[in-house]
C-alpha cells in the first residue's frame, strides 16, 4: 500500500495506491494545519500505508509537518519527490532541472503515462501553469501566471474603488459582463483559457502537430468551460505523476 501526497499552494491532495490501482483523490485547504490535522484527514482515513511519497510545492512548514506526522503515526520516513534531469522517459527542459516546480514535473509524468503523445499540461489553481512535451518526451518548457481567483483578489486589493463597485456583482457566462465583479472575473477566465489557446497553437506550429490539452488543478473547470478546443481534465494528475515515480523506485535494483 503507497499513500500519494501533492501538497500545493493552497489545498492539499491525497490517495491511496493498491496492487496498480488509484484509490479516488481526496482534497482539502491545508492552511492552519498542525500535525494532529494531518493524521486526522489522511492517515487515519484509510489503510496503513507501507511507503510515502510526497511532492511538496506549499512551504516547508508544510513539508515538516507532513513529515512529522507520518514518522510518528506509522515510524517510517516520508520519501519527497524532486525534478531531475530526467525520468520515466521525460526530460526536462530547465538548465537546473530542480528548479522546475515538482508538481509540474509530476502532472507531466502523470500525463505522458496516459497519452504517449504530444502534450499541453495545464494546471488551475492559485497559479496557472502550462507546459509542453513533444512526441519523444521532452519537455519544451511552460509559462506561469496567477490563477483566476489570484487575478480577481489582486485587482480587488490593488486598486482605488473597484472592490466598493464590485460589490453585490454577480458572474454569467456571457463574455460581457453587466456588473463590476462579473466583469473582473470573467476578465481572468477569458484571459487564462485565451493564454492556453494561443500555448496549444504555438505547439501545434512547433511541433507540426495538435497536442493533446490535459487540464488539472481546483479551478480547471472554469477555464475549461472557456476554451474552444478539446480537452480532457484529469483532476489527480500530479498523483499519477507520483504513481510513476513509486512504481520506478520499486523496480530499481536499490529498492528495499
Known amino acids: 500500500m503507497l499513500l500519494l501526497i501533492d501538497i500545493g499552494n493552497t489545498r492539499i491532495k491525497w490517495a491511496r495506491l493498491a496492487d496498480g490501482v488509484m484509490g479516488e483523490q481526496a482534497a482539502a485547504v491545508h492552511a492552519n494545519w498542525t500535525r494532529e490535522d494531518f493524521v486526522q484527514h489522511i492517515l487515519s482515513t484509510g489503510p496503513r500505508a507501507d511507503r510515502v ?11 515538516d509537518l507532513a513529515q512529522t506526522a507520518i514518522a510518528g503515526a506509522w515510524q517510517i520516513e516520508a520519501r519527497f ?46 497559479a496557472m501553469t502550462i507546459d509542453g512535451l513533444d512526441a519523444s518526451g521532452q519537455h519544451l518548457g511552460g509559462v506561469i501566471v496567477p490563477g483566476p481567483d489570484l487575478m480577481v483578489s489582486s485587482l480587488l486589493k490593488n486598486t482605488s474603488d473597484i472592490a466598493q463597485r464590485a460589490a453585490g456583482g454577480q458572474t454569467r457566462d456571457e463574455l460581457f459582463a ?15 483559457a485565451a493564454l492556453v489557446e494561443r500555448a496549444q497553437e504555438t505547439l501545434r506550429k512547433q511541433l507540426g502537430e495538435a497536442p493533446v490539452l490535459l487540464l488539472t488543478g481546483g479551478a480547471c473547470r472554469r477555464i475549461q468551460a472557456a476554451i474552444h478546443t478539446p480537452s480532457r481534465e484529469i483532476p489527480d494528475l500530479v498523483l499519477r505523476g507520483l504513481a510513476v515515480v513509486a512504481a520506478q523506485a520499486e523496480s530499481s535494483p536499490n529498492h528495499p
Open 81 to 126: 519527490v524532486h525534478s531531475p534531469a530526467a525520468q520515466a522517459g521525460l526530460r526536462n527542459a530547465y538548465p537546473e532541472p530542480a528548479k522546475l516546480g515538482v508538481d509540474r514535473w509530476l502532472a507531466m509524468l502523470g500525463g505522458r503515462a496516459i497519452e504517449p503523445r504530444p502534450l499541453c499540461v495545464v494546471s488551475v489553481g492559485t
Open 53 to 63: 511519497f510526497i511532492g511538496n510545492v506549499g512551504g516547508k512548514r508544510m513539508g
Open 178 to 192: 453587466d456588473n463590476t465583479l462579473g466583469a473582473i472575473q470573467q476578465g481572468a477566465v477569458q484571459a487564462l
